[in-house]
């Protein structure tokens, strides 16, 4: 138990405050969460606290690529299709701007990543300036059970090292909501420390590559691994760039696939379901004939124009010397480092092996989430079998053990691996989320007490 480790350096006596609810993370979904909060309760009626790893928090939707557009409407934002009246809204925000006509003049339902990026980061200013508890840099290392004197949980301890040097905390909370996001994943081939530096993942591609050419690179090179959405942005982005960019896209399918992106399809995600949580729905109806990436049909039709006109002889293709190369069906075996800095990937094709060195290695492979299995490594005696969430999110206890008000939710945990925060489509389940939340905190615990006080006076009777 993390308790027993830190009881040298942690205090964890029952004086400390404790709060009404923590949020672990201040991402999206923290966001999102809080938004509609809000739109319940009066901030000011509730104690609650926010732990970020980060020191700050860049809220993004996926790569930050200039030209990258949402697959979505800007209606799915945080809280707009719950309460379309509160101050959290993506319309408020351009109001609060002074963007709403410029962006009704636009005619674009689908807003830019750098809009979406500038609307998350004006929410997380907010809510802080709103009076919201946010502690940066602090990295969470798990969460703990404390007993009261009726043998049952009152509160839940939350343990993590804060700040540069690391100084080990503890919190304490009635309610502990876990949302915190995804992290970068990479290829096993691409994790070597001796390969990092020519490695840059897709998400952090365009502030690399930015660098880079400040700096003077003079790389050409590019290899882009992956099939779907991110591995496309990537590739547009390049497109328009500096000629002498040489593109070699790897991916194991055997062309870029368009999602189904339907009015259908649409309204089926954003249909509340009172029995299935809105990432159950989703999977069924995005994979139910897909299990491989996919992107945006406008978007595949852009690369496919692009590349036809990089076969057209002119002065800029001339300085290009070859249009951007598709290696489909093709799987990245082994990675290595020359003498030269370079990196030579193997590769494989229809039993065919290859290299090639590349200056830059970028991976389109997606997100990884959390192992929530190791942060409640210490309530393992307390849960019902291992960490499980019902249709609200909340984790499942064993019955009896904790307290009226006390409970533990977990956002991230139904979902596809890594899809949490970064996939478009997720943007239309935020607000079902976090309303499923809310009402689990709340409007369901006080029907439960409400039927208990009735049951109770009619035994009295």
Same mark, same amino acid.
């Given at each position: 138990?993390?308790?027993?480790?830190?009881?040298?350096?942690?205090?964890?006596?029952?004086?400390?405050?404790?709060?009404?609810?923590?949020?672990?993370?201040?991402?999206?979904?923290?966001?999102?969460?809080?938004?509609?909060?809000?739109?319940?309760?009066?901030?000011?009626?509730?104690?609650?606290?926010?732990?970020?790893?980060?020191?700050?928090?860049?809220?993004?939707?996926?790569?930050?690529?200039?030209?990258?557009?949402?697959?979505?409407?800007?209606?799915?934002?945080?809280?707009?299709?719950?309460?379309?009246?509160?101050?959290?809204?993506?319309?408020?925000?351009?109001?609060?701007?002074?963007?709403?006509?410029?962006?009704?003049?636009?005619?674009?339902?689908?807003?830019?990543?750098?809009?979406?990026?500038?609307?998350?980061?004006?929410?997380?200013?907010?809510?802080?300036?709103?009076?919201?508890?946010?502690?940066?840099?602090?990295?969470?290392?798990?969460?703990?059970?404390?007993?009261?004197?009726?043998?049952? *949980?009152?509160?839940?301890?939350? =343990?993590?090292? &804060?700040? %540069? !040097?690391? #100084?080990?905390?503890? /919190? +304490?909370? @009635?309610?502990?909501?876990?949302?915190?996001?995804?992290?970068?994943?990479?290829?096993?081939?691409?994790?070597?420390?001796?390969?990092?530096?020519? *490695?840059?993942?897709?998400?952090? =591609?365009?502030? &690399?590559? %930015? !660098?880079? #050419?400040?700096?003077? /690179? +003079?790389? @050409?090179?590019?290899?882009?691994?992956?099939?779907?959405?991110?591995?496309?942005?990537?590739?547009?982005?390049?497109?328009?760039?500096?000629?002498?960019?040489?593109?070699?896209?790897?991916?194991?399918?055997?062309?870029?696939?368009?999602?189904?992106?339907?009015?259908?399809?649409?309204?089926?995600?954003?249909?509340?379901?009172?029995?299935?949580?809105?990432?159950?729905?989703?999977?069924?109806?995005?994979?139910?004939?897909?299990?491989?990436?996919?992107?945006?049909?406008?978007?595949?039709?852009?690369?496919?124009?692009?590349?036809?006109?990089?076969?057209?002889?002119?002065?800029?293709?001339?300085?290009?010397?070859?249009?951007?190369?598709?290696?489909?069906?093709?799987?990245?075996?082994?990675?290595?480092?020359?003498?030269?800095?370079?990196?030579?990937?193997?590769?494989?094709?229809?039993?065919?092996?290859?290299?090639?060195?590349?200056?830059?290695?970028?991976?389109?492979?997606?997100?990884?989430?959390?192992?929530?299995?190791?942060?409640?490594?210490?309530?393992?005696?307390?849960?019902?079998?291992?960490?499980?969430?019902?249709?609200?999110?909340?984790?499942?206890?064993?019955?009896?053990?904790?307290?009226?008000?006390?409970?533990?939710?977990?956002?991230?945990?139904?979902?596809?691996?890594?899809?949490?925060?970064?996939?478009?489509?997720?943007?239309?389940?935020?607000?079902?989320?976090?309303?499923?939340?809310?009402?689990?905190?709340?409007?369901?615990?006080?029907?439960?007490?409400?039927?208990?006080?009735?049951?109770?006076?009619?035994?009295?009777?």
């Amino acid at each position: 138990m993390i308790s027993s480790e830190l009881s040298p350096t942690v205090s964890s006596d029952h004086s400390l405050p404790v709060y009404d609810i923590l949020t672990i993370g201040f991402g999206t979904t923290a966001l999102s969460l809080a938004a509609n909060l809000a739109s319940t309760i009066p901030q000011s009626a509730l104690k609650t606290l926010y732990l970020e790893a980060h020191p700050q928090k860049a809220w993004s939707p996926g790569p930050s690529l200039p030209a990258a557009h949402m697959s979505t409407s800007f209606i799915s934002d945080l809280v707009t299709s719950n309460e379309p009246r509160s101050k959290y809204t993506f319309v408020n925000f351009l109001y609060t701007r002074n963007l709403l006509v410029d962006y009704t003049n636009l005619g674009r339902v689908q807003p830019s990543r750098e809009l979406v990026r500038a609307y998350l980061r004006w929410c997380g200013e907010e809510f802080i300036r709103d009076g919201a508890e946010v502690r940066f840099g602090c990295e969470v290392l798990g969460v703990e059970a404390a007993k009261g004197r009726s043998g049952e *949980v009152e509160a839940f301890r939350v =343990f993590a090292r &804060e700040g %540069e !040097k690391g #100084e080990l905390r503890e /919190w +304490r909370a @009635r309610k502990v909501v876990c949302a915190m996001g995804v992290e970068l994943a990479f290829p096993a081939i691409l994790k070597s420390k001796s390969l990092k530096v020519a *490695v840059v993942h897709a998400a952090e =591609f365009r502030e &690399e590559l %930015e !660098k880079r #050419e400040k700096d003077g /690179w +003079r790389g @050409r090179e590019i290899a882009v691994v992956g099939g779907g959405q991110h591995a496309a942005e990537v590739v547009e982005y390049l497109n328009g760039k500096n000629p002498r960019y040489r593109v070699t896209v790897l991916m194991e399918e055997q062309h870029f696939r368009a999602d189904e992106d339907t009015a259908f399809t649409t309204t089926t995600l954003q249909t509340s379901h009172p029995l299935y949580p809105p990432e159950l729905i989703r999977g069924s109806v995005l994979h139910e004939s897909t299990t491989y990436p996919t992107a945006s049909s406008p978007l595949l039709d852009s690369l496919y124009a692009a590349q036809y006109n990089q076969r057209i002889p002119s002065k800029q293709n001339k300085l290009r010397n070859s249009a951007t190369r598709f290696l489909s069906s093709t799987t990245v075996t082994a990675a290595r480092r020359d003498v030269g800095g370079k990196i030579i990937l193997s590769t494989t094709c229809h039993g065919q092996t290859s290299e090639k060195p590349f200056d830059l290695v970028v991976p389109a492979t997606g997100y990884k989430r959390h192992d929530y299995g190791a942060l409640f490594a210490g309530m393992t005696s307390i849960l019902d079998g291992t960490v499980s969430v019902n249709r609200d999110y909340a984790v499942n206890f064993r019955r009896g053990v904790l307290e009226e008000d006390c409970g533990v939710w977990v956002l991230g945990m139904l979902g596809g691996e890594g899809e949490d925060d970064v996939d478009d489509s997720l943007f239309q389940i935020l607000c079902e989320r976090s309303r499923r939340v809310v009402r689990s905190m709340f409007e369901e615990r006080k029907g439960k007490t409400k039927q208990r006080e009735v049951e109770n006076m009619k035994g009295s009777l």
